[in-house]
């Protein structure tokens, strides 16, 4: 049996002049280099079964060795073990089988090769097949119990995605041998937390969901203020606060809108479960993209530009602290933490891949967290509805959050799943008017006063959209409302009602919305795209695809269809089919100015 080779490669020569005889001791025969340039080269020619790489950021050229370990997905060709001065890698590397710090961990360097030895023949498998049912069931349970997340059909692709990576950084043989791997050194090598960095991470940008930073600018800090005039504090948490822009948002609005909070107590507390979003948060560093709804007097007064990077300044910066924090099994409230006596809780698109058991369970101690009176916001998706009555919805600014009330006898809440998001709108092109309005009854159970002279329905129903897409729910539905009251059969309001239905969860009604419009129109593209929604949603994969191909025979220019069902084809394995489709979404975006709204995507550009 040929021995197992082990490649050091450190530019400086130090990792070999440290390691090379207790390598050799353990048995394996070793090989070292100091030159960058070559590792390729010297990867295909002398073909070793593990590399243990030396990265330094204190070098020249450091940043550059990160760069090409993960851009030359090295980790695929080999096993890697990586050493550095720098902690903090650790949670950016995760395609490593292992992160050493120095001074190295010797035993542990040697349990390592030992582990890639036993498993060498899979250090070859690239490829897993798909997760079946009793293998997703054993990580269903183990996810769950250690970190309240919940993978169903739904999110499978996102976690076998994640799996994967690992497997492959830690020569699994298939799920089960990971799974063992998982329950062994998931705390003592980090390797559940490496896991989650790769099933958390989703896109958040600054300022997102205008309508909560209004009615925090406008009624709640005010409010708080003038409650805590004389204690001078203010304390916020960010649960769930990802790559930071949520937490600094709160900081950029407290300091711009408010001088007269100088001199005060401020805490943000901002805290995920993902290590790597932390350590992205910490350094404050972002691209245009996240700061697109982002007030350009803001931009200017706290971040630097450094190339094509916006570097957000100390004086924002120092007013966040950012933790790790699971909600699942982590401890709140705490006053070790900074979990305590909070006036504010953000939570939003967190508590989504949570079952409803776990979300009863956070709520419950977030009310405790929380003064009398504090206020929680969640998603726009995301509701109390079920899971709490210890807190009442208020509605202001065009969007709703929770107050707590002061304590009360309060009913047993009752287990029930939250909706599940529907891509918001964008306002789609104003329909030709219908110059003969009927006076049927509205729709809605709200709806604006009369207009003192007529008004458009196409009209209104634009306007109907644009608060749609600015999350102003309340208004958008009275709109809708006001628009079928005066002509019952106006297709596009209806599908509006639909979207809003679908939006909270009421399927059926939303179902039903797509019916009257159908008995319409049935040549109109959008009832098929939300009908296939529905369909997603309920996890009918193959009745959403059916109903994205109709809206295509419609419009083959509807790009959204086109995008989920590559979505589809992708979950199903039908590599490609969904390339065509992710085709044909690129063709008709390219086609676009690069900020021009992509309609129903949700608030996308192009």
Request: one cysteine or more.
């Amino acid at each position: 049996m040929t021995s197992f080779h082990v490649l050091i490669a450190d530019p400086d020569d130090g990792l070999c002049q440290e390691l090379s005889a207790l390598v050799e001791s353990a048995g394996y025969r070793v090989d070292c280099m100091t030159s960058r340039g070559g590792l390729d080269r010297a990867l295909r020619e002398l073909q070793p079964h593990a590399l243990i790489l030396g990265v330094s950021l204190n070098e020249p050229g450091g940043l550059n060795v990160v760069r090409h370990f993960e851009t030359a997905r090295l980790a695929r060709k080999v096993p890697v073990v990586i050493i550095s001065d720098r902690a903090d890698l650790e949670y950016e590397l995760l395609d490593a089988f292992d992160f050493l710090t120095r001074p190295v961990d010797e035993l542990r360097l040697l349990e390592d090769l030992a582990q890639l030895k036993q498993n060498r023949s899979a250090a070859e498998a690239v490829l897993y097949p798909p997760m079946g049912e009793e293998d997703l069931s054993r990580f269903q349970t183990y996810l769950t119990m250690r970190s309240g997340l919940h993978f169903d059909q739904r999110n499978l692709r996102l976690l076998e995605s994640g799996m994967h990576r690992r497997m492959r950084a830690v020569s699994a043989r298939d799920y089960r041998d990971y799974l063992t791997y998982l329950q062994q050194f998931g705390e003592s090598r980090q390797e559940l937390k490496k896991l989650l960095g790769l099933l958390t991470i989703g896109e958040t940008y600054f300022f997102r969901y205008l309508a909560h930073y209004e009615a925090l600018r406008r009624e709640i800090i005010p409010q708080l203020m003038e409650r805590n005039r004389h204690s001078r504090t203010l304390r916020i948490w960010s649960a769930g606060c990802s790559t930071g822009e949520e937490p600094y948002s709160l900081a950029m609005l407290l300091l711009y809108h408010f001088p007269q909070l100088a001199g005060w107590h401020l805490h943000i507390l901002a805290t995920d479960i993902n290590q790597q979003a932390l350590v992205k948060a910490e350094q404050g560093r972002y691209g245009p993209r996240a700061l697109r709804l982002t007030e350009p007097a803001l931009i200017e007064k706290y971040f630097r530009r450094e190339g094509t990077e916006f570097v957000l300044g100390d004086q924002i910066r120092r007013h966040v602290a950012f933790r790790h924090l699971n909600l699942h099994t982590g401890t709140y409230p705490d006053a070790q933490n900074g979990t305590e006596n909070l006036d504010i809780i953000f939570c939003r698109n967190v508590m989504i891949y949570f079952r409803p058991a776990t979300s009863r369970k956070v709520v419950e101690r977030f009310s405790r967290c929380l003064r009398d009176g504090g206020y929680l916001f969640l998603g726009h998706a995301e509701t109390l509805l079920n899971l709490s009555a210890d807190f009442e919805r208020v509605t202001a600014q065009g969007g709703f959050f929770y107050r707590l009330g002061a304590p009360a006898a309060k009913q047993a809440p009752v287990v029930a799943a939250a909706p599940v998001e529907i891509p918001r709108a964008i306002p789609p092109e104003v329909p030709a008017a219908n110059k003969n309005p009927s006076p049927a009854g509205p729709v809605a159970q709200t709806a604006p006063p009369a207009p003192s002279a007529p008004v458009d329905p196409a009209l209104l129903c634009s306007q109907a959209w644009q608060a749609f897409e600015r999350e102003d729910f309340g208004r958008a539905e009275a709109l809708f409302g006001e628009v079928l009251s005066r002509t019952p059969q106006h297709v596009d309001a209806l599908v509006g009602q639909g979207f809003l239905q679908a939006n909270r969860g009421a399927y059926q009604a939303a179902l039903a919305a797509c019916e009257r419009a159908l008995q319409i129109d049935d040549l109109c593209p959008q009832i098929y795209l939300l009908r296939g929604l529905i369909c997603a949603m309920e996890e009918d994969s193959a009745g959403a695809a059916e109903e994205y191909r109709k809206a295509l025979l419609l419009d083959m220019s509807f790009i959204m269809p086109h995008y989920y069902l590559s979505r589809i084809f992708s979950r199903q394995g039908r590599s490609r089919d969904a390339r065509r489709e992710l085709r044909n979404t690129l063709r008709l975006l390219e086609s676009l100015p690069d900020e021009t709204l992509v309609p129903y995507s949700g608030g996308a550009d192009a």
